[in-house]
């Protein structure tokens, strides 16, 4: 009978345990990367419902400004504070200069449209332009057509 070196008996013995370890590690391992990939994926899903609120709200604030500029009425007070409102929200809600400008540009347009019609409407002319009574703002201001279409 062949009897085994004390030391293989010993390693024999903790084969078991270091086994055990090795499991207990790899398991702790594996639970700690499948914490981070959701702790990723609930960061990844607040940062899309954060940028599609945002996005709600731009689109809110866009479609504010275009209905309050849409139509101008010259016989009524210019709403000059919901529309600078409405600019103010654009300009809080994009980082975006060329939206900011071309909202600006919505904005004075919608004001200009307005003077141009109320100007007209305070001479008497009941309709400042004639396929409507009122004085559309987006869009481009043709004054030399206005001008033309001036009753004398």
């Known amino acids: 009978m062949t009897t085994l070196p004390t030391t293989a008996v010993v390693l024999l013995s903790l084969a078991g345990p270091f086994v055990a370890v090795v499991a207990v590690i790899v398991s702790w391992l594996r639970e700690r990367s499948r914490q981070k990939h959701e702790r990723d994926l609930q960061r990844a899903e607040l940062e899309d419902r954060r940028l599609s609120r945002l996005r709600e709200d731009r689109l809110k604030a866009y479609s504010t400004l275009a209905r309050l500029t849409k ?82």
């Open 71 to 152: 139509v101008v009425e010259a016989e009524e007070e210019y709403p000059h504070k919901a529309i600078a409102e409405a600019h103010s929200e654009i300009e809080l809600l994009t980082d975006n200069r060329p939206l900011q400008e071309a909202a600006w540009k919505v904005f004075q347009a919608s004001a200009d449209a307005w003077q141009v019609g109320r100007t007209a409407f305070d001479k008497g002319i009941k309709h400042p332009y004639p396929w409507s009574y009122r004085v559309g703002a987006v869009g481009s201001i043709d004054r030399a057509s206005w001008a033309q279409t001036k009753p004398s």
